[in-house]
């Protein structure tokens, strides 16, 4: 399993508040979207309820301290983060979804979870905004960027691929 972060964060760390997102780039979603379809993604319980309901083509693995049932078959509450990763290794070991996990969010399973990343796609949105949840833009050296690229339709909005560098062999 390669677990991967996907998240977009402005000049000033912040990725939502009052649990939305505070901008709108269709560019973005679609990069989201086309990054995501077909996988697993892992969330935590707040981001899960900011979709509204599931997102199609996705398998859902939402971390809730709660005891949740869920009426989406594409739709599972655990209760911690190394249950996630254990049933999403165990999906991609036997049920055929790609071994690329993708975990979307928000802020508090991103800390979490960051130390077990291998790739983070971080989309760079332009401007500084007033929120109250954050993803840090301190990379750990681990990470070295793979990929740079400016949108061609949003001024100063740019894609990064960050790869963390393999020690174990
Ligand atoms: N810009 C982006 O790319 C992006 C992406 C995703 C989300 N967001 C934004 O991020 C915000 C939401 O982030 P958030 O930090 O408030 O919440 P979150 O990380 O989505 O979810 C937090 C919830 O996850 C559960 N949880 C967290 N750690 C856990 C653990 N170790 N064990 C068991 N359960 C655990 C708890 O659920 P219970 O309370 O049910 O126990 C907790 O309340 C929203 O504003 C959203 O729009 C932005």
């Given amino acids: ?76 509450y655990v209760n911690s983060l190394s249950e996630a990763y254990q049933l999403a290794d165990k999906m991609t070991l036997s049920e055929q979804w790609p071994e690329e996990v993708m975990i979307v969010g928000g802020g508090q399973i991103y800390k979490e979870s960051l130390k077990d990343t291998d790739f983070l796609y971080i989309t760079r949105i332009p401007g500084e905004y007033n929120g109250d949840t954050f993803y840090s833009l301190k990379i750990p050296t681990q990470f070295k960027i793979a990929f740079s690229q400016f949108s061609s339709e949003v001024p100063g909005l740019r894609y990064e691929i960050w790869s963390k560098e393999r020690t174990d062999d």
């Fill in 1 to 76: 399993m390669i677990l991967s972060h996907i998240v977009a964060v402005s000049e000033n760390e912040v990725i939502g508040k009052d649990n939305e997102l505070l901008w709108h780039y269709s560019e973005d979603l679609n990069y989201f979207k086309k990054r995501t379809t077909g996988k697993i993604m892992i969330m935590g319980r707040k981001t899960f309820d900011s979709l509204k309901k599931p997102l199609p083509k996705r398998f859902h693995i939402v971390i809730s301290r709660q005891n949740i049932d869920s009426p989406h078959d594409n739709v599972k």
